[in-house]
Nanobody, 119 residues
Framework: VQLVESGGGLVQAGGSLRISCAAS????????MGWYRQAPGKQRELVAT????????NYADSVKGRFTIARDNAKNTMYLQMNSLKPEDTAVYYC?????????????WGQGTQVTVSL
C-alpha cells in the first residue's frame, strides 16, 4: 500500500490550496482516513478525518470553517481543500489511512507535502 500526497506549495495568507492523497497497491478500500500536519519544532497534530463513506467528518478547532476534507473512493483519493490560509497553517501535511482486517488495524502514512503560507 502506498499513499502519495500532492498539491502542496507556497501561498499567501488568505489564499487557498487543495492537497490530494492518492492510494495505490491494494484492492481493498480503507476505513477512516485523515490529514495530519507537523510544523517545525512541533508534534504532529490531527487536522481532519473522514469516515469510509464520507458521511462524517471531524476537524481540529484551528481549521474549522476554513478546511474541508473529502474522499473519492472510486479513485482511491482523498482531498483537503484549505481556504483562508494563515501563516500558522505552515507545516508538512501527511495523509493517513486505516484498514481493519480480521480485527487488526493497520496504519498507513504518506511521505508528506509541504504547505507554506507567507504573510
Amino acid at each position: 500500500v502506498q499513499l502519495v500526497e500532492s498539491g502542496g506549495g507556497l501561498v499567501q495568507a488568505g489564499g487557498s490550496l487543495r492537497i490530494s492523497c492518492a492510494a495505490s497497491g491494494s484492492r481493498f478500500s480503507f476505513d477512516a482516513m485523515g490529514w495530519y500536519r507537523q510544523a517545525p519544532g512541533k508534534q504532529r497534530e490531527l487536522v481532519a478525518t473522514i469516515t469510509p463513506g464520507g458521511g462524517r467528518t471531524n476537524y481540529a478547532d484551528s481549521v474549522k470553517g476554513r478546511f474541508t476534507i473529502a474522499r473519492d473512493n472510486a479513485k482511491n483519493t482523498m482531498y483537503l481543500q484549505m481556504n483562508s490560509l494563515k501563516p500558522e497553517d505552515t507545516a508538512v501535511y501527511y495523509c493517513n489511512a486505516v484498514r481493519t482486517t480480521a480485527g487488526v488495524s493497520y496504519d498507513y502514512w504518506g511521505q508528506g507535502t509541504q504547505v507554506t503560507v507567507s504573510l
